[in-house]
């Protein structure tokens, strides 16, 4: 493992190839923390004022909103393009930052590359419906426009990936971006929105229509409140998400919310257990379960939890942990030593609610590499006690048994989040059962595979405490632009509508 001076090194370099001239520090100066190092890797001018950010962008809205939709598409595939060709200098800074694997991080960046290539296509069909009019001589038409400015505040997990689906099909829908990253990804936010900013200059396009700010959460307060903003689209804790909403409703804007998951999985009798145990264990341990689609519950039928719970200990601990630059590394480092105390509290109290540690449960030192690691943990729990319902954003899987179909569905929705879900079965009628309006009340809901990964085209999001926000593919672009009915006249005669007669 390199020391903390080499990462600032290698920081920089990835910086300056990607294009960023960081500004001279100011007085109220931000650190840039590594999820593998004690120390910073450096320090950046915090934004203080965000009245000239604001008008900014809502000066550029009123030249983008006439730029032709294919024409915004341009700069969304030139900005895939670069992404393309920098792929693995913008990767290495969110490992860098947030400890994400390799293959995690790149596989994030190919997912800013795959919601271009979508948003492209998407830029020639922002279709609106013809409805047939009860009145002769005319037409009834639905037409979507730009909305406005979009405020985007995004989570350390996906420090880049959350921010494009956003962008990419805000600004296809003719919406200027001001991004608020998290304050543990900051370097990867600017080498992202420096690409951008490279597609914006080549292209001819107004500056601001991508702008980056700096700051705690002062600085996302101020985005919610301001009226400027005509959507917030907010990804983090269920926590914040009860104070970005009634805020930006108090101001009659528009929320866009992806909040905390506490998502479960399924095995069934009749379960592929092989495909089961491959599935459980990435979408439980990858990431160091710090995804909100991390599998945090597997709620396995009587007669296999035992040999369920053998196998998960015999894959857990065949799990190469420790520096997340190398190849061989499957679970790199917990964000902060802060998530290392929660880790070590949500175990505790698992264990005082009956709970039974299988396998993990301990923070663990790596050989040469800085940062807190946590073993992939698996506990038995005799029901759903308190800790069960919580969301730690740490590798800790709890394992609860059922004894019906009907339990077992019971058991997935009784959380108040309802993001991702999944069941492992050979049985068609417990597979359309559970993605059945009867069944998982989650907003994404899969049969045999896990429950992370989603893919593009179809739209992200959840229910209940999730916060009900839909982001990437599938109609999520109407949160982007607003709706308007349009009646066209085309005849010499003006009949009213419900045969109202007046005059």
């Known amino acids: 493992m390199t020391t903390p001076d080499d990462l600032r090194a290698l920081a920089r370099d990835r910086l300056a190839a990607l294009g960023v001239v960081l500004p001279a520090p100011g007085a109220e100066d931000l650190t840039a923390p590594s999820a593998l190092s004690?120390?910073?890797?450096?320090?950046?001018?915090?934004?203080?004022?965000?009245?000239?950010?604001?008008?900014?962008?809502?000066?550029?809205?009123?030249?983008?909103?006439?730029?032709?939709?294919?024409?915004?598409g341009h700069l969304v595939r030139r900005y895939g393009e670069l992404l393309r060709e920098h792929k693995s200098l913008l990767a290495d800074l969110v490992t860098l930052e947030t400890g994400k694997i390799t293959s995690e991080a790149r596989g994030e960046v190919q997912e800013m590359i795959d919601v271009c290539d979508y948003a492209v296509g998407?830029?020639?069909?922002?279709?609106?419906?013809?409805?047939?009019?009860?009145?002769?001589?005319?037409?009834?038409?639905?037409?979507?426009?730009?909305?406005?400015?979009?405020?985007?505040i995004?989570?350390?997990?996906?420090?880049?990936?959350?921010?494009a689906w956003n962008a990419a099909i805000a600004l296809v829908c003719g919406d200027p971006v001001v991004w608020k990253p998290s304050e543990h990804a900051s370097l990867s936010a600017m080498g992202a929105a420096a690409l951008l900013q490279t597609a914006v200059t080549e292209l001819g396009h107004p500056s601001a229509v991508s702008q980056v700010v700096l700051g705690d959460a002062r600085t996302g307060e101020a985005l919610v409140d301001d009226p400027r903003v005509a959507l917030i689209s907010a990804t983090g804790s269920v926590r914040m998400g009860r104070a970005v909403g009634p805020r930006v409703a108090a101001r009659f804007g528009r929320s866009l919310l992806e909040l905390g998951g506490n998502n479960a999985a399924v095995v069934t009798p009749s379960a592929?257990?092989?495909?089961?145990?491959?599935?459980?264990?990435?979408?439980?341990?990858?990431?160091?379960?710090?995804?909100?689609?991390?599998?945090?519950?597997?709620?396995?039928?009587?007669?296999?939890?035992?040999?369920?719970?053998?196998?998960?200990?015999?894959?857990?601990?065949?799990?190469?942990?420790g520096d997340p630059f190398a190849s061989s590394t499957l679970v790199g480092p917990l964000l902060n030593a802060a998530s290392g105390t929660a880790f070590e509290a949500a175990v505790a109290q698992a264990v005082a609610e009956g709970g039974t540690v299988l396998t993990g449960g301990r923070l663990v030192d790596v050989t040469g590499c800085g940062g807190t690691f946590a073993e992939p943990t698996v506990i038995a729990m005799p029901g759903q006690t308190p800790i069960v319902h919580e969301e730690t954003f740490a590798p800790i899987l709890y394992l609860l048994a059922y004894d019906d179909f009907d339990e077992a569905i019971e058991l997935n929705n009784a959380v108040?989040?309802?993001?991702?879900?999944?069941?492992?079965?050979?049985?068609?009628?417990?597979?359309?059962?559970?993605v059945s309006a009867a069944g998982a009340d989650t907003g994404i809901a899969n049969v045999n595979i896990g429950t992370s990964g989603a893919e593009i085209g179809g739209a992200f999001g959840g229910e209940k405490a999730t916060g009900g926000g839909r982001e990437s593919g599938s109609d999520s672009w109407h949160a982007y632009m607003r709706q308007a009915t349009n009646t066209i006249n085309y005849s010499d005669a003006l009949p009213l509508a419900q045969g109202v007669s007046f005059g």
Request: proline fraction near 6%.
């Open 38 to 72: 004690a120390e910073p890797l450096g320090s950046l001018p915090a934004t203080t004022e965000l009245d000239g950010v604001l008008d900014g962008a809502r000066e550029a809205f009123l030249a983008w909103r006439e730029v032709p939709a294919p024409v915004r």
């Open 122 to 152: 998407l830029s020639r069909q922002l279709w609106g419906k013809t409805i047939a009019s009860e009145r002769p001589g005319h037409r009834l038409a639905e037409t979507w426009h730009p909305l406005g400015v979009v405020g985007i």
């Open 154 to 163: 995004s989570a350390f997990n996906f420090p880049v990936a959350v921010w």
């Open 272 to 321: 592929p257990l092989e495909l089961a145990i491959r599935g459980v264990v990435f979408a439980a341990a990858g990431t160091a379960g710090q995804r909100c689609t991390t599998l945090r519950r597997l709620i396995v039928h009587r007669s296999l939890v035992d040999e369920v719970g053998r196998r998960l200990v015999r894959a857990y601990r065949s799990l190469p942990i």
């Open 416 to 434: 108040v989040q309802g993001l991702s879900a999944s069941v492992f079965t050979r049985d068609q009628a417990e597979a359309e059962r559970f």
